[in-house]
């Protein structure tokens, strides 16, 4: 039995043939001698093959780790220069003497030595480490960038090997010492059914989405990692069945609970009677110079069963025709509401959401003058709206145009709600517009007082870094049950 150090003087042997057909073959395709190159590119295989057995050989006698480490990467050496070697080689025969072109491969047709050209770096596959829900999207890439194209299969296990590692790779490892066709099939087998299997996929995505952590109330970058992690699940659902399952009512609260709670609460904008359309545009992250104001002023809110009168900021919403109250604001009335229920209907699913619905509220403004009734307000934890878009005279006296207006003073400890939609059109009627010029902030003066809507500040110091518009984009169906 030859020893270890005799089977390491073989494999150096092995490798010398391998760099010596390789730069053959390469000296060929300059020379453009098509019929040669033919016939030793089959031959090469043989050799890489021989290296490969030498390898193995030499590799099983030695039990020192660092001398295990070291000969992994002198194979991987040999097996790198032998695919990246015969790239150009490839191409030239799959091409022909008469359509290939030297000049975009890593040869140069100008010199004989062989110089690289330099070439941008081609895209890559991720590297898939074992997680299932990571497969769906690995298995994509990997086949578009290397399985479908037209290559050896020592080639193709080559790039396995690359693009994968920790117990993916572990799993096909001894599948490499053999780089044929039915290893790289094998391979390809054993991921699929290890890692690929559909309940498996769905049982990874729905354990991340159990533990995907709640998104803060103005933490833009989180939501928008977290709307992305939705995505990937719908892309996902196309191939995998199974994933439908995220889909139904219970994974839908799920989803809603990650969400902060001025999105959950059903954001801002609905119509309703027997039913309720509500639909949100939510923009975060989103740097603007500008400090914007809205539809939103203070006003004295009234009920008749408690006699009791408080103050409250009113955002009147143009693109809803129903109406929401805070359950705090319920709650300082001293009022209770009639127990309902509003069953949400999306595009996924149905679930039902618990409320109350306030008759009676009243409305005035802050200065006096008459109440106006608001049909039913739905109670809600929350209504979303921020502080920083309420009007203030000092803001708003910065613009010429607008300095003459009446703008009440600002309450700190106001709360918002309700939220007033445009069935109560004596609320909403404008009785007088200031404009200004394109681009600057209008004042819109209700029954109730004056509004001004617009870009109000355009002091780079005061960037305010969480932007939210209201605008209907889609439908999420509301019906409510007594």
């Known amino acids: 039995m030859a020893s270890s150090e005799?089977?390491?003087?073989?494999?150096?042997?092995?490798?010398t043939q391998v760099t010596k057909r390789v730069n053959e073959l390469r000296r060929l395709v300059v020379d453009g001698s098509y019929n040669?190159?033919?016939?030793?590119?089959?031959?090469?295989?043989?050799?890489?093959?021989?290296f490969i057995q030498a390898h193995n050989e030499y590799h099983d006698t030695i039990t020192d780790e660092v001398d295990i480490i070291a000969s992994d990467k002198y194979f991987e050496e040999v097996e790198c220069n032998y695919i990246s070697g015969l790239q150009g080689v490839r191409e030239y025969i799959q091409m022909g003497p008469d359509n290939f072109d030297p000049s975009v491969t890593n040869y140069s047709a100008s010199s004989k030595s062989m110089s690289y050209i330099k070439m941008p770096p081609p895209p890559q596959p991720d590297v898939?480490?074992?997680?299932?829900?990571?497969?769906?999207?690995?298995?994509?890439s990997f086949n578009t960038l290397v399985g479908k194209h037209n290559i050896g299969y020592d080639e193709k296990m080559f790039y396995l090997k690359q693009y994968t590692a920790g117990e993916a790779q572990?799993?096909?490892?001894?599948?490499?010492?053999?780089p044929d066709r039915s290893s790289y099939e094998a391979a390809l087998d054993i991921l699929e059914k290890r890692f690929g299997n559909p309940s498996l996929v769905a049982a990874a995505f729905r354990k991340k989405l159990e533990n995907w952590p709640k998104v803060g109330e103005r933490d833009g970058r989180a939501l928008q990692r977290y709307s992305d992690f939705l995505a990937q699940i719908c892309v996902a659902k196309r191939s995998y069945k199974s994933l439908e399952i995220l889909s139904d009512e219970f994974e839908n609260k799920k989803i809603l609970n990650k969400?902060?709670?001025?999105?959950?609460s059903g954001t801002n904008t609905a119509t309703t009677s027997e039913s309720v359309n509500l639909a949100t545009d939510t923009f975060s992250g989103i740097k603007t110079n500008d400090r914007v104001t809205s539809m939103i002023l203070p006003v004295m809110l009234h009920h008749p069963s408690s006699g009791k009168e408080v103050l409250v900021y009113a955002l009147l919403d143009t693109q809803s025709n129903t109406n929401f109250v805070t359950d705090k604001v319920v709650s300082m009335m001293n009022v209770t509401g009639r127990?309902?229920?509003?069953?949400?209907?999306?595009?996924?699913?149905?679930?039902?959401?618990?409320?109350?619905a306030v008759d009676g509220l009243e409305v005035r403004s802050v200065s006096n003058g008459p109440h106006f009734r608001i049909p039913s307000c739905y109670v809600r934890d929350s209504i979303p709206c921020r502080r920083e878009i309420i009007p203030t005279s000092d803001v708003v006296c910065k613009w010429p145009h607008l300095s003459h207006l009446d703008i009440p003073q600002y309450y700190e400890d106001a709360p918002i709600g309700p939220l007033i939609g445009y069935h109560c059109p004596q609320i909403m009627r404008p009785l007088e517009i200031v404009?200004?010029?394109?681009?600057?902030?209008?004042?819109?003066?209700?029954?109730l007082g004056w509004c001004v809507v617009g870009a109000t500040c355009a002091d780079v110091n005061e960037m305010d870094e969480f932007g939210a518009t209201h605008l209907v984009r889609g439908c999420i169906a509301f019906k409510t049950k007594s």
Request: glycine fraction near 8%; include cysteine.
């Open 128 to 140: 898939f480490s074992g997680k299932p829900e990571s497969y769906p999207m690995w298995k994509a």
């Open 435 to 447: 404009a200004g010029g394109d681009n600057e902030p209008f004042g819109w003066k209700t029954c």
């Open 6 to 15: 005799d089977l390491r003087k073989v494999r150096i042997v092995k490798r």
């Open 259 to 264: 969400l902060p709670a001025c999105l959950q």
């Open 339 to 356: 127990r309902t229920s509003l069953d949400l209907t999306t595009m996924n699913g149905r679930m039902s959401v618990p409320t109350a």
């Open 170 to 178: 572990s799993a096909i490892e001894a599948l490499f010492l053999y």
């Open 36 to 50: 040669e190159v033919v016939q030793k590119f089959d031959l090469i295989k043989g050799i890489f093959h021989d």
